[in-house]
Nanobody, 115 residues
Framework: QGRLVESGGGLVQPGGSLRLSCAAS????????MAWYRQAPGKQRELVAG???????NYADSVKGRFSISRDNAKKTMYLQMNSLEPEDTAVYYC?????????WGQGTQVTVSS
């Protein structure tokens, strides 16, 4: 059974940076497409960024140029570098892994952008 554990969230001032990590276990990490989603209070969960098994990436328009997704298959870990953070980025950030019909979610990590 696969498991995803996020870390790195916290409180940061506008304009600041955070780096989220997603550590995977119990799955063949390199075969999975990975993604970061976020959910703000009262809003639907939305895709922030994705990275496939080959390393190709995609981003939501709202984070392009500010966020960067990456993965280290040897460490079974995915990252999200978030720069120039804005109050609108405040949300719970979730890690997601998918291979064919198999999918896993992490428990989420809170990111709060506030002065």
């Amino acid at each position: 059974q696969g498991r995803l554990v996020e870390s790195g969230g916290g409180l940061v001032q506008p304009g600041g940076s955070l780096r989220l990590s997603c550590a995977a276990s119990g799955l063949v990490f390199g075969m999975y497409a990975m993604a970061w989603y976020r959910q703000a209070p009262g809003k639907q969960r939305e895709l922030v960024a994705g990275i496939n098994s080959g390393g190709a990436t995609n981003y939501a328009d709202s984070v392009k140029g500010r966020f960067s997704i990456s993965r280290d298959n040897a460490k079974k870990t995915m990252y999200l570098q978030m720069n120039s953070l804005e109050p609108e980025d405040t949300a719970v950030y979730y890690c997601y892994a998918k291979f064919r019909e198999i999918a896993y979610w992490g428990q989420g990590t809170q990111v709060t952008v506030s002065s």
